[in-house]
């Protein structure tokens, strides 16, 4: 595989697909403490690599079937203003659609996603199709940003009620008095579907893109 090792300014999709291959062995390496705030960079890691993988398939899958030529640096213009998973990857399903019977003549495999991907790709969507969720501490969604956080603040008549159940660890703040003044419950658990779903993506994605260099670039 010629672009392991060539300057990413000689690649057809101008290294897109190498850099993404960066971003998704860092987070596949990567194993997120329980209860921190360790899952946002991960879930970056993950969700850029796909971001990067789509532009570079939309550029190498131009090049290799489009009957309108754009040169590497135009085609590098018109996507890399584009962060939207969504709409990279409804371009990528297009492309392929388009050009499935040129392909079906040029390779015996079946590149069309499994449903499951599809599902994997909307749940990504409705967290961070813009590329800002994992990358701030607030972004437009005010209700999904409580989600990713590690901990939250309790009233303090709560927490006897709660019970030996709750998950996590509790931290009291005293007043001079010995009164009970704030109570953070920190150790929470994430929502663990949406890494799951940006791991799956990114893994198909690698898998094609490998494909994709192989078959119709040689490599490069």
């Known amino acids: 595989m010629m672009y392991l090792i060539s300057p990413m300014e000689s690649h057809p999709d101008r290294g897109f697909g190498i850099v993404a291959m960066q971003f998704y062995d860092l987070a596949r390496k990567a194993v997120p403490a329980k209860g921190t705030l360790e899952h946002l960079p991960v879930n970056f890691l993950y969700r850029h690599s796909c971001e990067l993988y789509l532009k570079s398939l939309i550029i190498l899958l131009r090049t290799a079937f489009s009957s309108v030529k754009s040169t590497p640096e135009e085609m590098v213009d018109q996507i890399s203003r584009e962060h939207s998973i969504e709409k990279l990857f409804k371009e990528l399903q297009d492309i392929y659609i388009a050009n499935k019977p040129r392909v079906d003549e040029l390779t015996e495999v079946d590149w069309k996603p499994a449903e499951s991907l599809e599902v994997a790709v909307r749940t990504i969507v409705g967290y961070d199709d813009g590329s ?20 939250k603040e309790i009233k303090p008549e709560k927490l006897s009620s709660m019970g030996n ?7 009291v703040l005293l007043n001079q008095n010995e009164e009970v003044v704030k109570v953070y419950q920190s150790g929470l658990s994430q929502d663990e579907r949406v890494t799951e779903s940006l ?22």
């Open 165 to 171: 159940d709750k998950p996590g660890m509790f931290t």
């Open 199 to 220: 791991a799956e993506v990114s893994e198909y994605l690698h898998c094609f893109h490998i494909a994709v260099r192989m078959r119709f670039f040689d490599g490069k």
């Open 132 to 151: 800002t969720y994992f990358r701030y501490p607030i972004s437009r969604d005010k209700q999904k940003d409580k989600k990713k956080d590690h901990s």
